[in-house]
């Protein structure tokens, strides 16, 4: 059963109505960003401050497409933030909702998940 302050929030901001199925997509939406390890290595960089793309290319190595690709899809889902400052655009994580969330994933794991590694 879904919870009903996530429909309530989405239908008095949107004016439309969700099923449940629709607001189960948008779990594996969510989910899905988080389950890409390349998405996981910037979020975990922004938690630093707010990067370009030039910047995050050079401390992750990797190709400035494929980091263009992971920050769209995160700003699509509201994990980042965008600023534009002359012609660069610095990317920062979502103060309000992602970092506090990614705290609270990092107490959960340090509780609950890393021990399973050392198996």
């Given at each position: ?9 989405f239908?008095h901001?949107h ?5 449940e ?19 996981l ?9 707010k990067?370009?793309v030039?910047?995050?290319?050079k ?15 995160l700003?699509?889902?509201?994990f980042?933030?965008?600023?534009v ?5 610095y990317y ?28």
């Amino acid at each position: 059963m879904i919870n009903k302050s996530i429909l309530q929030h989405f239908e008095h901001k949107h004016h439309e109505h969700l099923t449940e199925k629709e607001v189960y997509d948008a779990y594996k939406i969510f989910f899905g960003t988080l389950f890409s390890e390349p998405r996981l290595k910037i979020i975990n960089l922004l938690r630093h401050g707010k990067k370009n793309v030039s910047e995050i290319s050079k401390e992750l190595r990797a190709d400035q497409t494929s980091i263009s690709h992971d920050l769209a899809r995160l700003k699509r889902c509201g994990f980042v933030d965008v600023e534009v400052n002359g012609k660069f655009r610095y990317y920062e994580l979502n103060e309000e909702t992602i970092k506090p969330l990614i705290e609270l994933i990092d107490k959960h794991m340090s509780l609950y998940c890393i021990h399973i590694l050392k198996r």
